[in-house]
């Protein structure tokens, strides 16, 4: 599938199943609730993209993000999930990239997501990203399998992104 042939919306809470359905199908991501995803597509909605289908407006990416409660100036990335047919064509990159163009995301100076370190395929998203943005990438443990997880979830290490010059 073309990324051409797909438009970038703000989610709306109608969304919220699909959002649900749509990271169902991409292990390795944690499911959430249908009300988590309904509130991302809702309180969350500014921070969050949907990529549909221009035609069918099928759902086939997601990004959910917030901007940091105390710091304007970080868009935490929570989830990244696009659709086995659209993926490799840049789509999860260029939804990020949307989001930043965002009012919403004026402050934002720094990018910060987790990532387990046996997801190669996120790893290499956000280091693509961190070149196309020109900005340095910086990794670190946000959440410890033992310390956090009480050893039920592999480490999550916080990437953070920036700054970013806009
Ligand atoms: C990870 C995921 C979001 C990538 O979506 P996508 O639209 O195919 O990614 P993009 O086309 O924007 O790729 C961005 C970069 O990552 C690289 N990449 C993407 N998937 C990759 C993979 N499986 N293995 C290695 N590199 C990969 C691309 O080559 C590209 O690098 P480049 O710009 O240097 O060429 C998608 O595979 C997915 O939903 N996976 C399951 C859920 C998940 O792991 N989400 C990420 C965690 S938040």
């Not at 993209?49 to 917030?66: C, H, I, P």
């Not at 949307?98 to 280091?127: G, M, P, Y």
């Amino acid at each position: 599938m073309s990324v051409n042939k797909l438009v970038f919306k703000k989610p709306v809470p109608e969304d919220g199943a699909n959002v649900y359905e749509l990271v169902k199908k991409c292990p390795p991501l944690d499911g959430n609730s249908v009300y988590c995803n309904l509130l991302q597509t809702s309180h969350f909605a500014d921070t969050c993209v949907a990529a549909k289908r221009n035609d069918t407006q099928e759902l086939v990416g997601f990004v959910s993000g917030y901007v940091l409660p105390n710091d304007s100036s970080t868009l935490f990335i929570w989830q990244v999930a696009v659709s086995e047919s659209a993926r490799g064509e840049g789509l999860a990159k260029k939804m990020i990239v949307n989001l930043l163009t965002r009012e919403s995301c004026s402050d934002v100076k720094f990018i910060h997501t987790t990532i387990t370190k046996s997801n190669q395929a996120s790893w290499a998203l956000f280091r693509s990203l961190s070149k196309e943005l020109e900005a340095d990438l910086t990794e670190s443990i946000q959440f410890d399998q033992e310390l956090h997880f009480n050893g039920q979830h592999d480490t999550e290490f916080l990437v953070e992104i920036g700054p970013i010059s806009r």
